[in-house]
């Protein structure tokens, strides 16, 4: 059996997490429809957002889906 010790190493996040603030939970699930729209994540996207604003070298925006493959109904 695991110690407490090991429990809690495994259940820790390998990257500190980064909170951002005031996001809708409808702008929520639309993001992350539209991550998995292009067979990606949330962390990934953001990520790649944050780089581009940066100006890191190299850095270009995340391919965004098309709008009908984010909802069956078409919607954003």
Do not use: C, Y
Not at 25 to 38: C, G, M, S, W, Y
Not at 48 to 58: C, I, M, N, S, Y
């Amino acid at each position: 059996m695991a110690t407490d010790e090991e429990r809690r190493k495994q259940h820790r996040h390998r990257h500190k997490q980064r909170v951002v603030r005031g996001i809708p939970d409808e702008l929520v699930a639309d993001f992350d429809a539209a991550t998995h729209a292009v067979g990606s994540d949330r962390s990934n996207i953001t990520r790649q957002l944050w780089e581009w604003f940066a100006g890191r070298p190299g850095a270009e925006l995340p391919t965004r889906p098309e709008p009908a493959s984010m909802r069956q109904d078409g919607a954003l």
